[in-house]
C-alpha cells in the first residue's frame, strides 16, 4: 500500500506558538491597558484598572490632539528622526559598501572599531556628549541631538548593511564594470536598489531609536519648543500629581506614527536582518 505525501509533524510547533503567545501578551497587554486607560478618569485608574471604562472619557485624547504643544512635539520628533535616519543610513551606506567591496590593509581592525561602539553604553558616555556638545554651542540645537543619535547608530547600521553587500555576488560588479560603471556608480545605481531590504530594516531601527530617546533630548534641551514627543509627558505631571489618565493617552497617540511607519516597512524588515547571514 503506497502513501501519500508525508505529513508534517506538529509536535515540535505547540512550544514555539506557546511561546509566541506569551510574548505576544506581554507586548500588547501594556498597550491594551494604556489605550483603555486614556478614556478613563484618574480616580477610575485606581479602582479599576484592567477592566472596560464605566464611562468612555474621549476628552483625554481630544485635548492632547488640540493641543498646540502636542503638534510642536510631533514635528520635532518626525525632523529628528528622518534626519537623524537619512544621516545614519547614508554614511553607513557608504562605509559598510567600502568594508564589504574593498580589500586595503587594516580593513578588518577598522570594521572591529566599529563593532566596538556596539559595547560602549550610552549612558556611561551622557556626561562627556553634554561638555562637548556645550563646547561646540550645540546644546538646545537639534543637531546636537541628530548627531549623536547618527553616531551611536552607525555600528549596528554598518554591520547589517556589510553583510548584506557581501552577499552580492561578484559576477554582479564584474558585469557592472565591463559596462562602464565606476565604482560610486555601481553603488548608486545596482547596490543600494537590491539593497532594500536592508536598507528598510535600519531605517526602521533608526526612527524607532531616535522617536523613543528620551534621555538625550532631555539633556541637549532647554526650552519646551525644542521637546520631543517622550519629554512632552512632563507638561502632564506636576510638583504633587500626575494626570495619569491624559498621560496614558498622550503615550498612545505618540506611538501611532512609529507604528504607521514601521507597518509600512515591516515586509522588508525580517528579509533585511538575514540578509548575509549565509554568507560572510
Known amino acids: 500500500m503506497t502513501r501519500g505525501k508525508k505529513q508534517t509533524p506538529r509536535r515540535n510547533t505547540l512550544p514555539l506558538h506557546l511561546i509566541a503567545w506569551v510574548v505576544g501578551a506581554f507586548v500588547l497587554i501594556p498597550v491594551v491597558y494604556a489605550a483603555l ?11 479599576n484598572p484592567f477592566g472596560l471604562p464605566s464611562t468612555w472619557v474621549t476628552g483625554n485624547y481630544t485635548e492632547v490632539l488640540a493641543s498646540s504643544s502636542f503638534w510642536l512635539q510631533l514635528w520635532n520628533s518626525t525632523f529628528i528622526a528622518v534626519v537623524t535616519t537619512v544621516l545614519t543610513v547614508g554614511v553607513a551606506a557608504l562605509a559598510g559598501f567600502v568594508f564589504a567591496r ?87 545605481r545596482i547596490l543600494l536598489p537590491m539593497a532594500k531590504p536592508a536598507i528598510a530594516t535600519v531605517s526602521v531601527l533608526a526612527v524607532v531609536g531616535s522617536w523613543n530617546n528620551f534621555m538625550l533630548p532631555l539633556v541637549v534641551f532647554t526650552e519646551e519648543a525644542n521637546w520631543t514627543l517622550p519629554l512632552g509627558i512632563q507638561q502632564f505631571q506636576g510638583q504633587y500629581a500626575s494626570d495619569t489618565a491624559r498621560i496614558l493617552a498622550y503615550l498612545v497617540l505618540a506611538m501611532i506614527p512609529a507604528l504607521g511607519f514601521y507597518a509600512v516597512a515591516e515586509r522588508h524588515l525580517v528579509g533585511g536582518l538575514t540578509a548575509g547571514a549565509t554568507k560572510g
Open 37 to 47: 486607560g486614556g478614556f478613563k478618569r484618574n480616580s477610575e485608574l485606581s479602582t
Open 102 to 188: 574593498f580589500a586595503f590593509r587594516g580593513r578588518e581592525v577598522l570594521f572591529t572599531l566599529f563593532t566596538a561602539g556596539l559595547m560602549f553604553p550610552f549612558a556611561v558616555a551622557i556626561l562627556p556628549i553634554f561638555v562637548l556638545l556645550r563646547a561646540l554651542g550645540l546644546l538646545g540645537d537639534p543637531l546636537g541631538v541628530i548627531l549623536v543619535q547618527a553616531a551611536f547608530g552607525l555600528p549596528l547600521t554598518i554591520i547589517i548593511l556589510r553583510g548584506f553587500f557581501r552577499s552580492i555576488p561578484g559576477e554582479i560588479e564584474e558585469a557592472a564594470i565591463i559596462d562602464g560603471c565606476g565604482p560610486f556608480g555601481f553603488f548608486w
